[in-house]
């Protein structure tokens, strides 16, 4: 409510608004986190929404991301999330600093995950993980649409996280690009029409390892700005207005890559 006072201009309200979310944040954490940042559902959604929905602390935010993060390597990388949590599970993941395993996530092939259904040949999502079995039966159980985009909502993620296509400004008025290149991902490209023309942002990577170059393109519609973010040794920002503009630097990847999974861990 306070982000949506800010953008009408109703900066009172917006106040207000921010100083009960405040009030909240702080009594949510008293009534439900732990002294060492444990929720009481030790769940990948509860964390998730805990997370992105900016209920902790600062000091609580690293522990809880931590503890995610250890829960999804615990799954092996699966989904545990429904529709509340799947929106959020990634964002969560890299907003604490481990979009790595989010990038493992998104890529994991066995069942429940994103990828599974197109390793079943399907087009569409589903309304449940195993709306198919592994064995390709269809699920005997209620639920079982295989055109059902709940679980499609991880593409939010791809695009501001992947892609690095983010709206700065109400309307897209000014936008942003901050790609995290991570995983195996080579490349990745998002764009989307905006009120003033197509918007675009896309980036590759070039070379062998430890020679590779970082190539970010953008396409800026006429009247807009865009922060365009580039990575590297010496990150640095340019701004730049409408049209189309190229930006290449030397890359190396500092991650961890493949993310491996925690067969036996502690609870």
């Known amino acids: 409510m306070s982000q949506i006072a800010g953008l009408l201009g109703k900066e009172l309200d917006a106040t207000r608004y921010r100083q009960e979310a405040a009030a909240c944040r702080l009594e ?4 439900y986190v732990s002294p060492n940042s444990r929720l009481p559902s030790d769940t990948q959604t509860v964390y998730a929404l805990a997370i992105t929905f900016n209920l902790l602390t600062p000091a609580q935010l690293g522990r809880a991301g931590d503890r995610l993060a250890e829960i999804v390597r615990r799954n092996t990388f699966r989904v545990g999330t429904g529709f509340a949590g799947t929106p959020y599970i990634c964002e969560a993941l890299a907003q604490t600093g481990h979009s790595d395993v989010a990038y493992a996530m998104l890529t994991e ?3 429940p995950s994103w990828l599974f259904p197109v390793t079943m040949g399907a087009t569409t999502m589903w309304e449940r993980w195993d709306s198919m079995r592994p064995d390709g039966s269809v699920n005997p159980g ?6 059902h985009y709940a679980y499609g909502a991880v593409a939010k993620f791809m695009v501001e996280r ?8 109400a309307g897209w008025k000014r936008a942003r690009t901050e790609p995290e290149v991570g995983g195996d991902f080579t490349w990745a490209r998002a764009e989307h029409l905006t ?5 675009a942002s896309s980036w590759r990577l070039e070379g062998n390892e430890g020679n590779l170059t970082l190539t970010i393109d953008v396409v800026v519609p006429p009247t807009t700005e865009m922060e365009v973010v580039i990575p590297g040794d010496e990150p640095r920002t340019e701004i730049v207005g409408s049209g189309e503009w190229s930006f290449s630097v030397p890359f190396t990847r500092r991650y961890e890559w493949p993310v491996k999974p925690i067969s036996a861990m502690p609870v």
């Open 28 to 31: 949510f954490a008293a009534e």
């Open 109 to 111: 092939r066995a069942c």
């Open 142 to 147: 209620d639920m079982t649409s295989f055109n």
């Open 162 to 169: 992947l892609a690095g296509l983010k709206r700065a400004e």
């Open 195 to 199: 009120p003033y023309g197509r918007i």
